[in-house]
């Protein structure tokens, strides 16, 4: 599976959208862009993934650049409650495969008020 | 409807003692995952089952053993507890060919 790098920490105004890239230059044409994220200590929770194309659903979108080098999740409003590290995974296989996802180290997401 | 549920979600042992950590799930996943998270650091996985009755190693499985007898259990065992697995223990499970994990809140376990 690629390899990512993402920023250790961000902030981001309360209210105003939040962006956070990830760098996965060596990604393959199979491999699919998975984000969570995790509260507070608590478990990962599962936000989205795409493959080639954009995706939104619920909780924000996910852009992929055309070369897939990289992409970026948007929390189109985010609130004091989306303060969490962010995990961007690379995997070939749905879902992780059999033995699932390898999470890195993540940003750090901080909403200021 | 409960999720990923983990017993207990505190505990202190002493070094050499043993226990074992109870995941359940009530959503029929056929896969589970018992993952480590230490300070600062990502979640490393030890093991892991693709259905009842089976077992695997992940990244980190010294020192630990698992059991799933019941599709909706899978038990982390530590024979002989030691300060360096002084941790978070998260346990997920998720279904085919759903691709989204659900995890539980963790047992933050601490050997001394």
């Known amino acids: 599976d690629a390899k990512t790098t993402q920023p250790t920490s961000m902030d981001c105004a309360e209210g105003r959208a939040a962006n956070l890239p990830c760098n996965h230059s060596t990604i393959s044409g199979n491999e699919y862009v998975y984000w969570y994220r995790q509260i507070h200590s608590q478990g990962p929770q599962y936000i989205i993934h795409g493959l080639k194309n954009n995706e939104t659903n619920e909780m924000a979108s996910l852009i992929i650049t055309e070369d897939r080098k990289s992409s970026t999740l948007i929390l189109p409003h985010a609130t004091l409650r989306d303060t969490a590290v962010y995990y961007c995974?690379?995997?070939?296989?749905?879902?992780?495969?059999?033995?699932?996802?390898?999470f890195g180290k993540g940003t750090h997401l901080i909403i200021q008020p | 409807n409960a999720g990923v549920t983990q017993t207990p979600k505190f505990r202190v042992l002493k070094t050499g003692q043993s226990m074992t950590l109870l995941c359940a799930q009530d959503?029929?996943?056929?896969?589970m995952y018992w993952y480590r998270q230490d300070p600062g650091m990502g979640l490393r996985l030890i093991h892991y089952s693709v259905g009842e009755g089976t077992t695997a190693k992940g990244e980190v499985p010294d020192g630990y053993n698992v059991s799933r007898l019941k599709k909706q259990n899978f038990l982390l065992g530590l024979e002989s507890a030691a300060p360096s697995q002084t941790s978070v223990y998260f346990c997920a499970s998720r279904d085919i060919p759903n691709t989204e994990a659900f995890f539980g809140q963790g047992t933050r376990l601490t050997v001394v």
């Open positions: 995974i690379v995997t070939r296989r749905p879902g992780g495969g059999a033995d699932g996802l390898t």
């Open positions: 959503m029929n996943h056929e896969y």
